[in-house]
């Protein structure tokens, strides 16, 4: 080989290192921008599901009926929430994360689209109503409040009470209406509620509290079935003030059913007339009612109040005593018990000189 030829092919050689070097770089630079554009969008979405930005004010979301994952995505990036509809649909689909309760949601400006979704499948925000119902009250009073508390209708749900819907496992088979099985608490519904829902929410509570209290059991003491122990201890409701009375109260009303006495009770009176204020004239206590304890002998034919616990247990246990009268004996409330008509008459007399009787 002559020396022209040798160097001919060493600057060749020269030449060509750069070349491939030109082209390694280019051949790596290639290979890197599908990773490059994949570390990039990885970095836009992680920003998207989880910004580093702090959260602002809180917004309202309402997703009406049928809205799907894209217009709910428009609504979210609207209101500031997201930034991009597009990772927004991304995530909800392939996350399997695309069934949304239509509904009103509260969500921080900010949150993105993780914590958006997460907002969303807890459900929407449920706007709770609240009803109080005190011992003591008549089916009509509590319709009235269930009409004043939760802006139902009265006149539906006394009808729903009365009608045999809805029924308490202690209500016999001939006994159509609920009226008594309507526990008084105070309850918390959902601003959707009906007068079914109320119903049949306070039925429930009631046979919750007498399953409680074994009110299913057969009672020897009173030799009463479930629900004479249900009427009875309305009566005790009406009449009681102090829980202490309650079982003396509940002792005076089974004696004098042994004994085939008129029970003679103040507040039978009142509901079979319908008023809750009355003077209680012999006129009004000789009102032909059932309901009325003066002119029938015997338990009402169904309670007359709804009953709180402490009535319910005075009647499934009554206090055993020989007491046949009580009367009012204190501002308190508190009672004075008898045995004879005698001693009846002298608790009488002093509570009149107290100004306890009308």
Known sequence: MTDDQQEFELSGDHEA??????????????????????????SWLQNQLDPHAERGRLVELSIESGWGVARIGKELEHLNVIDSTFAFGLYARFGNHDNFQAGDYEISEGSGVREAVAVLE??????EVELSIIPGLWLTEVANEVSEQLDL?????????????VRSRFQPEAVVS???????????FSEDVTELDVV?????????????????????????????VVVAASLIQ???RLDSDRPLIASVIFNRIEDDMALQIDATV???????????TAEDRATESPYNTYWAKGLPPT???????????????????????????????????????????????????QGLLG
């Open 17 to 42: 290192q750069p070349r491939r070097k030109r082209a390694a770089i280019i051949i790596l630079v290639i290979l890197a921008i599908p990773f490059l554009a994949l570390f990039v969008a990885n």
């Open 122 to 127: 807890a459900g929407p925000i449920v706007i």
């Open 153 to 165: 209708d009265a006149a539906t749900f006394l009808a729903i009470v009365r009608n045999g819907e």
């Open 178 to 188: 609920a009226e008594g099985m309507l526990f008084p608490d105070t309850y918390r």
């Open 200 to 228: 049949r929410t306070m039925v429930n509570r009631f046979d919750e509290i007498a399953a409680e209290i074994s009110l299913g059991d057969a009672n020897p003491e009173t030799g009463l079935s479930a629900y004479e």
């Open 238 to 240: 009406g009449e009681a």
């Open 270 to 280: 009142l509901y079979a007339i319908g008023k809750r204020k009355s003077s209680n």
């Open 303 to 353: 309670p007359i109040a709804t009953v709180a616990r402490a009535s319910l247990e005075a009647a499934l246990h009554p206090a055993q005593t020989e007491y046949r009268f009580y009367v009012l004996s204190d501002p308190s409330g508190a009672h004075a018990f008898a045995v004879s008509y005698d001693e009846h008459l002298d608790n009488v007399a002093r509570a009149r000189e």
